[in-house]
C-alpha cells in the first residue's frame, strides 16, 4: 500500500491518497492531481511534489509539470553498500 499526503509549511495533513500495488508495478501519483482540487482554497496553490524513485516515469513529471507543480522525483535509486572508492568517486553530469 503506497500513501500520498499533502502537507502544508504548518505541517498538517491536508488530504490522503492510497494505492494498493504490486511491487513489480510502477505506482501512478497521477491520481493525487484531482485530489488537490478539493482542498480548502486559503490554503494556496501547491508549487512543488517530493517523491520517492520508484514513482519517476516520464508520465509521472509530465502531469504535474503541465499542472504547474514542479515535481521532485530522483529518475533512478542509488545503490546500497557500493565499495569505498565508488562513494567518492567525482559523479556524472546530471540528466538532461
Excluded: C, T
Excluded at 494505492?19 to 512543488?48: C, F
Excluded at 509530465?62 to 529518475?75: D, R
Amino acid at each position: 500500500m503506497l500513501g500520498h499526503y499533502f502537507m502544508q509549511k504548518g505541517r498538517a495533513v491536508h488530504a490522503r491518497h492510497l494505492d494498493v500495488e504490486r511491487n513489480d508495478v510502477r505506482p501512478e501519483i497521477n491520481p493525487a492531481l484531482s485530489d488537490m482540487s478539493s482542498l480548502p482554497e486559503e490554503l494556496g496553490e501547491v508549487e512543488a511534489i517530493l517523491a520517492d524513485a520508484g514513482y519517476y516515469s516520464d508520465s509521472n513529471a509530465s502531469a504535474w509539470e503541465k499542472a504547474g507543480i514542479e515535481p521532485f522525483i530522483p529518475p533512478r535509486r542509488e545503490k546500497h553498500n557500493q565499495p569505498l572508492a565508488s562513494r567518492f568517486a567525482k559523479p556524472g553530469p546530471l540528466p538532461a
